[in-house]
């Protein structure tokens, strides 16, 4: 049986990352309108949250993004969907430009969410080679007014879409109560106040900062959790190797997918002190289980607290403004929590979804 043609070719070299949970949030809706095919890496096989999504298992290793970028492009040449969207660049910005060029030559319109503006580490040469490749697109989907800011001063003319970034329920599997939550990770109070930093462990994310802050604040009735995988450069590496206090507790390494969801039931608050970023997955994490956050205003961060309930710290001086923080949310514990719940709608996927359909198709 022939089938449909594709409509949407969603595209992500990671079969295993933020990237690849975005793109299985969204995918189901974009169903809604015609045949999605998802190319990503093998280990997207895998994800406990792949569904009935159609997955063609292209991309390999990082050193062999260039072998794979000709499978795609023979791929793609061949299936021809009506419109490609891509969730990052797969090697480098620079490199990818003149693949992304070369399907253009080919009338095949081009699509990409821009997740993240510039590398988390960028180079001198990052924002001329970023902007090379976001102007080789038709069509733009920025996270905040303040991304589309940045892509619009690195010369793109081409439409940009503002949507906000949806919420991550593919974590939460079993539905678990803050009670649950804490009895399966075991060692936290039903009356303490959780504050969780979450995610990789690296210093630009303001790790550093918390762990003084959480220093600081024993004996208060607040459980302070890292958890996530030591991705801390060679100088930091120290601050995770030591003796925890009680109301410390460090879980470093990686988080298996469905453990993620006990310690967001778990928590009171998810605490993101980053330095610098376009966007977060883990506030997408948090949104989901309904948790107010306590954050910097970085990336979108600011834009969505415009409408998440959660508490702005000042990047002058982010241990001051997390003590602060986080003593009025043990505060005002119920009405953060409350005003949470009211607040998913606006991110859902099907609001979500509705909009890429409209701006890609229509």
Known sequence: MKKDPIEICVVCRTGDSGLTDYSLCLIPELERHGRVTFVTATTALKHPARGNIEIVPIFRRMRHIYLDWFVFLRYALTQRPKIILMQSWLGFPFFDTFFIRFLKAFHIDLAITAHDILPHHPTPFSRFSCGLFFRSFDRIIAHSEASKEQLLSM???????????????????????????????????????????FGHLDQRKGLAEFLNVADSMGGRGIKFIVAGKDDLSPNYKGILKRTWPEHIRADVGHVPFEKVQEYFAAADAVILPYREGTTSGVLKIAMAFGKPVIATPVGDIQETLGEWPGILIPMENIEDGLRKGIEKMMGQRSEYSAHAAESREHYSWAHIGARYVDFLLN
């Open 155 to 197: 010369g793109v003319t081409a439409p940009i879409l503002v949507v906000p970034h949806g919420e991550y329920d593919v974590f939460n599997l079993d539905k678990l109560d803050r009670a649950e939550a804490r009895t399966r990770l075991g060692g936290i109070g039903n009356d303490e106040f959780v504050a969780l930093f």
